[in-house]
């Protein structure tokens, strides 16, 4: 029989994994999702045929894998509700809340559960997400093996065998959408100031990012020579690259990475108090 997943929370993560999942064939009759409202859940209902519940406890009786969805500064309040539900019924968890520790989860939950930490990101949507996930010792082959399907319907999985690598995943995959987002505003931009429609600068720019991508996952050639293949000598290539060298790329990246890997060890010690 086919594993039933709920997902605590139906916002932008949770919507992005289940509609992943129901584009690679799992089967909408097995997912359920949660909310206090019926408003947010009826157009998920409507668009893409799953259950849905207002009630967690009752969608956690029901389950053989519990994705926590909701946002870090409520999950605590979310799960000492649903302590004595979880408890009955013993699913594999996931959680996909930044920053929070497996531990302090699973002591809020009432303690000794097989619990997934996963950081994923927002292209789960269109089934091209990246997740790095950590599980901790109770948590079985089976278990982790199912983990992985549920996160590979959606896109690729790394797993890391240090739970603090989380923080840094946070920072290359799970806020990076938000960075390549960042660098299609600006491309658009400069290219309006060069006198592109900016619609053409967007889609051109775009295209680009997803063929460099592409591109890039194909050839065994590392990054640094395909960008060399691009440079000609003297040309145009070479002359903005060295401006963003110069204007210190590596080092803006490397500080902001940092920084988004801060913020998710401060929010494990902000609302990861047990
Ligand atoms: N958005 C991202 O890019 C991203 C990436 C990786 C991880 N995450 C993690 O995913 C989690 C959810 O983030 P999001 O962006 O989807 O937030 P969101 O605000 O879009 O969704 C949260 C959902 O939780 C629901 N909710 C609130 N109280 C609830 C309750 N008591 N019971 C059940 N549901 C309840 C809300 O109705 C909403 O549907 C966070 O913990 C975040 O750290 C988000």
Same mark, same amino acid.
Not at 73 to 84: A, F, G, H, P, S
């Given at each position: ?10 916002? /932008?993560?949770?919507?992005?994994? #289940? ?11 097995? #997912? ?18 799953? &259950?849905?519940?207002?009630? *967690? ?5 029901? !389950? ?18 649903? &302590? ?36 994923? *990101? ?6 091209? %997400?990246?997740? %790095?996930?950590?599980? /901790? ?17 959606? %896109? ?34 400069? $290219?309006?100031?060069? $006198? ?32 060399? /293949?691009?440079? !000609? ?8 690259? !060295? ?19 801060? &913020?998710? $060890? ?9």
């Amino acid at each position: 029989m086919a594993s039933k997943v709920t997902f605590i929370g139906a916002g /932008n993560m949770a919507g992005a994994i #289940i509609g992943g999942m129901i584009e690679s064939g799992f089967a909408p009759q097995d #997912i359920t999702a949660t909310a206090p409202s019926d408003d947010f859940l009826a157009p998920l209902r409507e668009r893409l045929g799953i &259950r849905t519940d207002t009630d *967690n406890d009752a969608a956690v009786a029901q !389950s053989d894998v519990v994705v926590l969805a909701v946002k870090p500064q409520i999950m605590r309040e979310v799960c000492e509700k649903m &302590r004595d539900a979880v408890q009955a019924r013993r699913p594999l968890i996931v959680s996909v809340a930044a920053g929070l520790p497996a531990e302090t989860l699973e002591h809020w939950l009432g303690g000794d559960l097989p619990l997934v930490r996963c950081m994923p *990101n927002t292209p789960a949507l269109v089934g091209a %997400g990246a997740a %790095g996930l950590y599980a /901790n010792a109770k948590v079985d082959e089976a278990q982790r093996r199912l983990a992985t399907e549920l996160m590979e319907a959606v %896109g690729l999985v790394e797993w890391v065998e240090e739970e603090a690598l989380l923080d840094a995943v946070t920072a290359v995959s799970g806020s990076a959408p938000a960075y390549f987002f960042l660098m299609f505003e600006a491309m658009e931009e400069a $290219g309006v100031k060069l $006198g592109l429609p900016a619609d053409t600068a967007r889609r051109l720019a775009m295209q680009t990012a997803l063929g460099a991508a592409k591109m890039a996952l194909a050839s065994d050639k590392p990054p640094a020579e395909l960008k060399r /293949n691009v440079m !000609s000598p003297g040309g145009t290539t070479e002359r903005a690259i !060295s401006h963003l060298e110069d204007a210190g790329l590596r080092r803006i990246m490397e500080e902001a990475m940092t920084a988004c890997a801060d &913020r998710a $060890g401060e929010m494990a010690e902000e609302l990861g108090k047990r």
